[in-house]
Every structure is written in structure tokens, then in C-alpha cells.
């Protein structure tokens, strides 16, 4: 239990009437990539507000990072990196701009941020863009760059919110190239995606529906449980038989 970096137990949120999420109980060990899946409204962003400090549980317990969500939200901030769902990054600074900026926002000194820029340039093949807008980036290199700066201040876990939704095969890819990196650098990846063939590169998976996390297991084991080809015909399995 000590070696998980998130766990969770019979977490809910309502909203008035409306249960968002329904007594979610999982854990997610250090430096594994995590799988959030479910369809749009299943509550999957609820959750992970509430992981990150930013929504308050109605009911229910979880620790990330081994800090208690209603009590310690400060102290997660600063161990965490996030990247939402809409692009985070500021379209009318430079790629040097942002990174400059939001290494101040985690804290960073003028020498780590110089450090750190000089990196993070070089490993994305940015050197020659530092200068430019980000609004003038194409939309695979702005994701890969807001990514990059999520984890700038190396944290131990990382939420990421949908972050490849309408970018090209091809580009999800090398963005899943950098999750692996930085998950084999010990980082944890929380991760949620509608793609069900990204759900194949995940370490473990869960599927929320209605709120509830109607299945857990690794890829290969949810396949064989539910006797399906593809990560997308189980999910189709679940989906329908939630009446």
C-alpha cells in the first residue's frame, strides 16, 4: 500500500441529485501508466479534479502522492504536473516564454528554468522555434510541448487530461513515447483517453461507466475476461450492458 501513488477508496462527488462518481475504489503503484477510460460524461475529469486538489469529494477517502485529498491539497500541487483536456499553454507567448513561465509557477530557480529550457528544447528538436508563438506551433508540437512543461518540476505522478484528442495517428505515437520516458524515470501517469488503441499501452486500465468503475485489470486481462479481440470491444461490452 505505502508504494502506491494514488489510492482511493469509495470516492464520490454529487453534484445536488446527480452522483458524478460512485464510490470509485482503485490504487496506482509508483511509475506505472494508468488507464482512465470511459465515454464522455462517465465521470472521468470529476475524478481526476478531485485527485488533483481542485474538486472536493462529497464522500469517500484518497491519498496521492501520500497526501490526504481534502486536508493536503497544497502539498499534492506541488508533487503533481497536469495537462487539461483544452490546451493549457499560452498562445500569444513564445515556447521559451511559456516554459520560462510556468517554471516560475512550480517554483523553479532563474538556473533550473535556463537548465531546464535548454533540455526540454533539445529533446523536442525546439531550438530553432524557442522564439516563436506558440499559436504558430501545429497542434502535435504545441500537445508534446504542454506535456513537457507539465513535468518540468519533475513530479511523481502526472494527470493527463484526454491529451492526444485530435491529433494525427502518427503524432499520438511519439506522444506516447514521451509518457513512457518519463514513466521509466519512475513518474506515475494517470491518463485518460477515448482512443481505445491507446488503452493497449497502458500499464492497467479501468472503466468507468455511469460514474462507476465497471471493470479493472491489465489490457491482455480484460480481453480475456470479457473474451474480446480489442480493447474496444470490451469497452462496446460494457457500454451496452450498463442498463
Same mark, same amino acid.
Given at each position: 500500500?505505502?508504494?502506491?501513488?494514488?489510492?482511493?477508496?469509495?470516492?464520490?462527488?454529487?453534484? $445536488?441529485?446527480?452522483?458524478?462518481?460512485?464510490?470509485?475504489?482503485?490504487?496506482?503503484?509508483?511509475? *506505472?501508466?494508468?488507464?482512465?477510460?470511459?465515454?464522455?460524461?462517465?465521470?472521468?475529469?470529476?475524478?481526476?479534479?478531485?485527485?488533483? /486538489?481542485?474538486?472536493?469529494?462529497?464522500?469517500?477517502?484518497? !491519498?496521492?502522492? /501520500?497526501?490526504?485529498?481534502?486536508?493536503?491539497?497544497?502539498?499534492?500541487?506541488?508533487?503533481?504536473?497536469?495537462?487539461?483536456?483544452?490546451? &493549457?499553454?499560452?498562445?500569444?507567448?513564445? +515556447?521559451?516564454?511559456?516554459?520560462?513561465?510556468?517554471?516560475?509557477?512550480?517554483?523553479?530557480?532563474?538556473?533550473?528554468?535556463?537548465?531546464?529550457?535548454?533540455?526540454?528544447? %533539445?529533446? #523536442?528538436?525546439? *531550438?530553432?522555434?524557442?522564439?516563436?508563438?506558440?499559436?504558430?506551433?501545429?497542434?502535435?508540437? !504545441?500537445?508534446?510541448? &504542454?506535456?513537457?512543461? %507539465?513535468? #518540468?518540476?519533475?513530479?511523481?505522478?502526472?494527470? #493527463?487530461?484526454?491529451?492526444?484528442?485530435?491529433?494525427?495517428?502518427?503524432?499520438?505515437?511519439?506522444?506516447?513515447?514521451?509518457?513512457?520516458? &518519463?514513466?521509466?524515470?519512475? +513518474?506515475?501517469?494517470?491518463?485518460?483517453?477515448?482512443?481505445?488503441?491507446?488503452?493497449?499501452?497502458?500499464?492497467?486500465?479501468?472503466?468507468?461507466?455511469?460514474?462507476?468503475? !465497471?471493470?479493472?485489470?491489465?489490457?491482455?486481462?480484460?480481453?480475456?475476461?470479457?473474451?474480446? $479481440?480489442?480493447?474496444?470491444?470490451?469497452?462496446?461490452?460494457?457500454?451496452?450492458?450498463?442498463?
Amino acid at each position: 500500500m505505502n508504494n502506491n501513488a494514488i489510492v482511493t477508496k469509495d470516492l464520490t462527488k454529487r453534484f $445536488g441529485d446527480f452522483t458524478a462518481t460512485n464510490a470509485i475504489t482503485f490504487e496506482v503503484g509508483q511509475g *506505472e501508466i494508468f488507464g482512465f477510460l470511459g465515454a464522455n460524461g462517465a465521470g472521468k475529469t470529476t475524478a481526476m479534479r478531485m485527485l488533483c /486538489g481542485l474538486l472536493k469529494p462529497s464522500s469517500g477517502e484518497a !491519498k496521492v502522492a /501520500g497526501y490526504d485529498i481534502y486536508t493536503q491539497t497544497e502539498q499534492i500541487k506541488k508533487r503533481i504536473g497536469y495537462m487539461s483536456q483544452k490546451f &493549457s499553454l499560452y498562445e500569444d507567448l513564445t +515556447v521559451k516564454e511559456n516554459i520560462r513561465f510556468y517554471g516560475g509557477i512550480y517554483g523553479l530557480s532563474n538556473r533550473q528554468i535556463k537548465e531546464k529550457t535548454r533540455q526540454l528544447l %533539445a529533446r #523536442l528538436q525546439l *531550438e530553432k522555434e524557442a522564439g516563436h508563438l506558440v499559436s504558430s506551433l501545429p497542434l502535435g508540437w !504545441k500537445q508534446k510541448l &504542454s506535456f513537457s512543461i %507539465a513535468v #518540468l518540476h519533475d513530479p511523481s505522478i502526472v494527470f #493527463l487530461d484526454e491529451p492526444t484528442g485530435g491529433v494525427d495517428p502518427i503524432t499520438r505515437r511519439q506522444f506516447w513515447d514521451l509518457i513512457y520516458e &518519463s514513466a521509466d524515470k519512475g +513518474v506515475t501517469i494517470f491518463v485518460t483517453t477515448h482512443y481505445m488503441d491507446e488503452a493497449e499501452y497502458c500499464n492497467r486500465i479501468s472503466i468507468m461507466v455511469d460514474g462507476k468503475i !465497471k471493470a479493472l485489470d491489465t489490457p491482455s486481462g480484460l480481453k480475456k475476461q470479457y473474451n474480446a $479481440g480489442s480493447m474496444n470491444d470490451v469497452f462496446l461490452q460494457l457500454a451496452r450492458a450498463k442498463s
